[in-house]
């Protein structure tokens, strides 16, 4: 490991750690949400917006960057910092979990896999090599080995997957020569505790400078992915931080903290927001609702963003209703804000060690609405089921 | 005229003037150029980007503010200023221009117009009374009389729409009632200098704290956009802003400046920044084209704006490419920029007694290259045409 990517933990509560890691572009004060900015740009936002928010990484996607506007484009602007004009630390992924997601515009071998552009049809083949090529190119702090993200409750196709995926992380960290850049292994084996202390201890060995979690949130319930980070994180270094890849949920993120996470990535604060549902600590907000047409509050009471600082519901319902542009983003703008605000809460409450009281106190308030509006929503369904 | 809208000439060129007009939310150094904010919002941006350009004057619509959220929630809001978050001045057209707009789906008589919403196909009627009731529920600091915006070339409905203008004009006078809010009266006519000279003459009669001069912008040719300003002016109060409506281009400010107008609005640097055509002092720049891919420079050298201090115009061309939305808020930002900066640029001009050498250089640079965008559309027409 670089001395550039030195890993402290400065404290412990159970499982949950928190700490720092040392990257070129500056420390990322742990656990951490990485906002998703898919195209070299998190959508609706600006790099003073996410610095403002106090975010200290962000994630951007290998497979849309290799497609527009190309890793070459981006390495002649020496990298992805200096293209996007955003001077933080960037993660990129590996590309593998858009590519495993064409379905029949897929076709995966032993030594790599090919595809077919979302874009315009175009053919193209992801190796490990080349995946580790884009990667240094576009230059991120830390990049992510090629996987192959399987169905997580499949056992007979992850064991094969699994067996794959490890030959696949040698040949990225063979591959893989940037001082600069960090590169992270990705455990796999769905919700089987036996393959993921397999992939574990495997991925350990080849001593990479952090370790994500994948395959998780892609189809298994709640209750399977929490038993799961029970039953692997026990066996990923203690001494490299630990990765939860597109989660997520802040229920989500505060149970994963509990069990031993320390970095998150996920579209969902982001993606959400363009719809009108905004995050709150009594749950999410349907901004679009008519309760919501007079109401001079802020989304919420005691959130310093720009858009709860300037602007009432009733003027962003306005602005949603209208499908103005601007509203997106300042419902972006909003949901940035609450998760890094959860996340530092959260590290606050790890220093006063005081987390498990929080985690207890924050999912009764937030998931109470949260079941409130799901269970409106069941019978919304059923009645019209009847009907 | 209320002391609160106190307007002041400080020096003239020619027909053109450098002025202040003071209002309850501030002063506005003149010529001034007004972004519009249609629904309450200059589309993608926010209040503190129309300051951080050095915005002194917004406008928004009658018509679609009326429809939605409808003026009474604003009202209950305490107006437009606080629902929106813009405490800088706001003025407000009549909503006439939307309403003959509709065609079809609007039917005049002596008394007002009755039409279909654009929104629901819901009916409506505007009268003289009931917009002045709307404009000062809306609460900007400065309101326009309800008008027929009639064909400028067909002399014979023009006559008739005159003198129904007029009439609507004293009905104006008489409901508006805020003293703490300016009415705007609207010079019609045409292109025919006669029905202008009657239109002017009538309506400083009635002793508007502001005339505009409406209804050009609106299919004649600029030249004779131009010489209706020529033979208009002269017969507006010497002592009062003049505001040509719907205007617009950088060339048609200039050019209108020279022949005395004040005040402008348009949406033409918002609406064509979302289509990727950036304003500059060469001319437009469609920032799609393959040409700037690789790109190292900002949209435009010397230009302040947020935009070009931060990014290429390589990933601004990826970001359209691409269908982000911050795309289109940072080609707004910069052409804000830029159309303030030119308003600013006359004002300094005017300051210094250049502004005649000004004009000239200015459009010599700006419209070549115009010109030359054109030139090339209309071969690329023919040869299509031809083969």
């Known amino acids: 490991m670089q001395p550039a990517f030195a890993f402290t933990v400065h404290k412990t509560e159970g499982a949950a750690r928190l700490s720092t890691f040392q990257t070129p572009h500056g420390p990322i004060q742990m656990p951490a949400f990485a906002p ?20 200290e990484l962000i994630l951007a996607n290998t497979y849309h960057l290799y497609l527009r506007p190309g890793h070459r484009l981006i390495e002649k602007f020496g990298g992805l910092h200096q293209f996007m004009g955003w001077h933080g630390p960037i993660l990129t992924d590996s590309g593998g979990f858009q590519v495993f997601s064409l379905g029949a515009q ?8 090919s595809f077919r552009s979302h874009i315009d049809g175009s053919r193209h083949r992801f190796t490990p090599e080349l995946v580790m090529e884009i990667e240094q190119a576009l230059g991120p702090d830390i990049a992510m080995v090629l996987d192959e993200c399987a169905n997580p409750l499949d056992r007979d196709y992850l064991l094969q997957a699994l067996e794959r995926t490890h030959r696949w992380a040698e040949r990225c960290k063979k591959a893989h020569t940037r001082p600069d850049q960090a590169l992270f292994g990705i455990v796999q084996g769905g919700i089987y505790p036996d393959l993921r202390q397999q992939s574990a201890r495997f991925l350990s060995e080849l001593d990479f400078t952090g370790y994500a ?108 209703k209208a499908g103005e542009i601007t509203a997106l983003r300042l419902g972006t703008i909003h949901n940035i804000q609450f998760m890094l605000d959860l996340m530092r809460q ?23 609405s949260d079941q409130t509006v799901r269970h409106q929503q069941r019978e919304r369904y059923l009645a019209a089921q009847r009907s």
Do not use: W
């Not at 936002?45 to 106090?54: F, N, V, Y």
């Not at 047409?293 to 919420?300: H, M």
């Not at 606050?348 to 924050?362: D, S, Y």
């Open 36 to 55: 998703v900015g898919t195209l070299a740009n998190v959508k609706t936002l600006e790099p003073r917006d996410l610095q403002a928010a106090g975010c």
């Open 106 to 113: 897929m076709k995966l071998d032993e030594d790599g896999v």
């Open 213 to 320: 979690i994948g395959g998780l949130a892609v189809g298994e319930t709640k209750e399977e992915m929490y038993r799961t980070l029970d039953e692997t994180c026990p066996f990923v270094p203690i001494d490299k931080p630990r990765y939860l890849m597109g989660v997520g949920a802040p229920e989500d993120i505060v149970e994963a903290v509990y069990r031993g996470i320390d970095m998150f990535d996920c579209v969902l604060p982001t993606r959400i927001a363009r719809n009108g549902a905004l995050l709150t600590p009594d749950g999410r907000v349907n901004i679009r609702n008519a309760q919501y047409a007079e109401d001079p509050q802020p989304v919420q009471q005691d959130c310093t963003c720009y858009t709860c600082r300037t602007f009432s519901r009733a003027y962003l319902r306005h602005l949603y």
């Open 346 to 368: 959260i590290r606050a409450q790890l220093a006063a060690g005081t987390f498990a009281e929080f985690r207890t106190t924050f999912l009764a308030r937030y998931q109470m």
